[in-house]
Antibody, heavy 129, light 107 residues
């Protein structure tokens, strides 16, 4: 079955760095778009980053842009999130999510949109001195 | 940025009730909307995508409707296991955004 297992979270001081990993299994990882979403304690969900199957298309939330880098290793079926310059407001549970495709045809033209269909259990990041 | 207004923020209902959660977008997103359920201490789970398509394995008492800017998640005959927080999310454009969440409590 489809499985996503995040790791790499922990306690880090403000200004520090962490690299989160997400190990994927049960599906063709190299064909799949992936995403990271986080949830601060007691708060709602916040999308963080997105990467296409090949890694050629990447998006970031403004709240992390310039401090975070998403990447993937399709040979290792793994997704990563390198986080630098961490702040207290980055404290959250970080989830990786597999994306599935929604295809729309309009006047013979195909458009592809991606939604998050399977989520890992998350890894907790705490930024505190 | 597409802003989302989800309501209500808290919903208390009895088993067997029909409940409705709404999500309004700040701009048209066609039908590129998903609904998730999250239980305390757990990861979110996809219920509905494409505004109205039920994810495999999700009970048929869940349904979604809407297009454009206004969307609805309906739970027909609420069950005790349906407690949790529900989120809408648009994937029409980046940055992807979520609604604020609706906490569903069983009376």
């Amino acid at each position: 079955q489809v499985q996503l297992v995040e790791s790499g979270g922990g306690l880090v001081k403000p200004g520090g760095s962490l690299r989160l990993s997400c190990a994927a299994s049960g599906f063709i990882f190299s064909d799949s778009y992936m995403s990271w979403v986080r949830q601060a304690p007691g708060k709602g969900l916040e999308w963080v980053s997105y990467i296409s199957a090949s890694g050629s298309t990447i998006y970031y939330a403004d709240s992390v842009k310039g401090r975070v880098t998403i990447s993937r290793d399709n040979a290792k079926n793994s997704l990563y999130l390198q986080m630098n310059g961490l702040r207290a407001e980055d404290t959250a549970v970080y989830y990786c999510a597999k994306c599935s495709e929604q295809t729309t045809v309009t006047f013979g033209r195909y458009s592809y949109y991606y939604y998050m269909d399977v989520w890992g259990k998350g890894t907790a990041v705490t930024v505190s001195s | 940025v597409i802003w989302m207004t989800q309501s209500p923020s808290l919903l208390s209902a009895s088993t067997g009730d029909r409940v409705t959660i709404t999500c309004r977008m700040s701009q048209v997103i066609s039908n590129y909307l998903a609904w998730y359920q999250q239980k305390p201490g757990k990861a979110p789970e996809l219920l509905i995508y494409s505004a109205s398509t039920l994810q495999s394995g999700v009970p048929s008492r869940f349904s979604g409707s809407g297009s454009g800017t206004d969307f609805t998640l309906t739970i027909n005959s609420l069950q005790s296991e349906d407690f949790g927080t529900y989120y809408c999310q648009q994937y029409y454009s980046f940055p992807w955004t979520f609604g604020q969440g609706t906490k569903v409590e069983i009376k």
